[in-house]
């Protein structure tokens, strides 16, 4: 089946550390990106990436960082600048061009603080 | 960036009755515009899309309007079913067209 994976489901992170979340793609997609959900909350665009070794910042950039080596892949990292990482992180990936294709949802990784 | 307005952020229907999302957006250039929905602990699903070219498109149960002059697109749900709960999110246009609107908490009371 074709589809987007990210992991871990849960995740805690203590204070002043650096987390990265997982998230794979088998769909052939050239775009992926990151969104963070906070409760009763849209979804905030973080970062997204159109081809390989290129990607852009979102609207809440601040605090995160991303890599794109891989097609396939589009970890990000959430720093300890930070300073609110508790949320639900969502991957997606998309044909391009980016904002006119059907985006393709993970279930979700839920960051927590300890 | 681009400004989307979804309404309403709660509709509470009777199971049978019909239900209306409504979301508007800022740029004139928008051309794409989808309705995801999202289940509690899951990420969103497309459910519909419509593209600027036409103005109405059906599959089912559901529909999405397209009003361009107006700059409002939106979603409607016929028959409901108690599996239509569910939290609703449109996708605004724009230079990258990833701006979602804050979602509509739909519940179908039996």
């Known amino acids: 089946d074709g589809g987007i994976t990210q992991s871990p489901k849960y995740l805690f992170r203590k204070e002043g550390q650096n987390v990265t979340l997982s998230c794979e793609q088998n769909?052939?997609?050239?775009?992926m990106y990151w969104y963070r959900q906070d409760p009763g909350q849209g979804l905030r665009l973080i970062y997204y990436s159109q081809i390989v070794n290129d990607f852009q910042k979102g609207d809440i950039a601040e605090g995160y960082s991303v890599s794109r080596e891989k097609k396939e892949s589009f970890p990000l990292t959430v720093t300890s600048a930070q300073k609110n990482p508790t949320a639900f992180y969502l991957c997606?990936?998309?044909?391009?061009?980016?904002?006119?294709?059907?985006?393709?949802f993970g279930d979700g990784t839920r960051l927590s603080i300890l | 960036g681009e400004n989307v307005e979804q309404h309403p952020s709660t509709l509470s229907v009777q199971e049978g009755d019909s239900a209306v999302i409504k979301c508007t957006y800022s740029d004139s250039a928008s051309n794409y515009f989808p309705w995801y929905k999202q289940e509690l602990g899951k990420g969103p699903q497309l459910i519909i899309d419509i593209r600027s070219n036409v103005g109405e498109k059906k599959d089912q149960r559901i529909a999405v309007t397209l009003n361009k002059t107006a700059k409002h697109f939106s979603l409607h749900i016929t028959e409901t079913q108690p599996e239509d709960s569910a939290v609703y999110f449109c996708?605004?246009?724009?230079?990258?067209?990833?701006?979602f609107g804050k979602g509509t908490h739909l519940i179908i009371q039996p």
């Open positions: 996708l605004g246009g724009g230079a990258d067209g990833l701006t």
């Open positions: 769909l052939n997609h050239d775009a």
């Open positions: 997606a990936s998309s044909m391009v061009p980016v904002g006119n294709q059907p985006q393709h």
